[in-house]
């Protein structure tokens, strides 16, 4: 009686740990879609030029490289509770910083504390996830994601719905971020508080990734460029090359938000189906058409079908490049931080590559790049495969009495 009792118990802490971690995911993309709305304000405001913008697009990709690494060691000094939790709120806070900027000096600034908070708060919440999904049994790696898009998704509405009332971003910006700061902690109340084990010693503040991570983390890399890319840029590519409105513009990245949000949310029946390379070959060919459709885009509804397929054809790839990662080492938190770092920095720098690009040549030919990018999907799928399962994941602070794991410490409960 004791034992069924004690396994409805961590049943039931895994199912909130998977309600809490889905909205810690929906939190973190509601900043990146509230931010994504407002690129064209800050052009505009500061009277940047392409290039300006590109440069001034480097820096969160900069403070996410440094800071990305130090997250595994703040959890494993604080435990992942602590950690998420704290992070997270950073990341809402400086949602703000940006809009503040009177030049683009001190613009830059605010964007590298930008991608600083969420390179990190995206590195802890990633590492939650697998270990939720470790202890569930089953692949939500591909939900949570869907999650993230769905929040960057009502992030982006609440932005197009802004600018279209006139509402100024530095107004607008604020009211999010003190809004979501205020959920952190109800959101973060189930999570689950994982430790190290006594005997482990802490991560390196600096390490390149584990070699496993190198191949995953290159195919999540070509998907991850597109993704930062449409984020950033496509409401201008819609308004210099289409002619689009401002509203029409900030619409292409909620029609991108929107279909990625769809396909995550649907991507773990999908995956589970078919098994993770032949869904992601498949995801490449739809990405890739999706590119084709933006570069040949004359008129703004062909342009805005275009990024709403580039986002279906990428959705499922970074969540399973997570899962591979974690699949691949008996180390999954080191494989993680190492995919996390390769995928999300790239991510950081693609508005960068863009920009230039986009400076010398053509936002056209800017894009032409990124569909390059999705073709590689449909070649390298193969190494998201299922490897070896690595070694069970770290300690969590909630254990049975005399100090043993919970049942579920390193097997999916019955």
Known sequence: MTQQHN??????????????????????????????????????????????LGLALAFPAIGASLAMPLASRLMHRHGALAAVRALLALWCAALAL?????????????????????????????????????????????????????????????????????????????????????????ACRGLLDVRPEPADDPPPRFALP?????????????????????????????????????????????????????????????????????????SGLLAVLGGVLVVTARVPAQGIAGFALLGVGIAVVVPLAFAAA?????????????????????????PTLVGTVGEVFSLQVSFGLVTAAASVLVIAAGVLGAPRRGGPVARDATTAAGGAPARGAGEPPS
């Open 210 to 282: 584990p070699r496993s991570a190198l191949l995953i983390g290159a195919v999540g890399m070509c998907a991850i460029l597109a993704e930062g890319a449409s984020m950033d840029w496509s409401g201008v590519y819609l308004q210099d090359i289409t002619g689009a409105s401002e509203a029409v513009g900030a619409a292409s990245f909620t029609a991108f938000a929107c279909t990625m949000a769809a396909a995550r949310l649907a991507g773990d029946a999908v995956v589970m189906r078919f098994g993770p390379v032949l869904t992601v070959r498949i």
């Open 326 to 350: 974690g699949r691949s080492s008996a180390h999954p938190g080191q494989a993680i931080a190492g995919v996390a770092t390769v995928t999300y920095t790239t991510g950081l720098i693609a």
């Open 98 to 186: 940006p809009a503040f900027a009177p030049g683009i000096p001190v613009l830059c600034a605010a964007l590298f504390a930008f991608g600083a908070t969420a390179g990190m708060a995206d590195v802890a919440m990633n590492a939650q996830g697998v270990d939720v999904e470790r202890l569930h049994g089953r692949s939500i790696m591909s939900g949570l994601h869907g999650l993230w898009s769905a929040g960057a998704l009502a992030g982006s509405a609440a932005g197009v719905g802004a600018v279209s009332l006139g509402l100024d971003a530095r107004a607008h910006l604020t009211l999010v971020a003190l809004a979501l700061i205020a959920a952190v902690p109800l």
């Open 7 to 52: 396994a409805t118990d961590d049943r039931s802490r895994v199912r909130r740990a998977r309600r809490s971690v889905g909205i810690v995911f929906a939190l973190h993309g509601t900043v990146s879609g509230s931010f994504a709305t407002r690129i064209p304000w800050l052009k505009d405001h500061l009277d940047l030029s392409t290039a300006e």
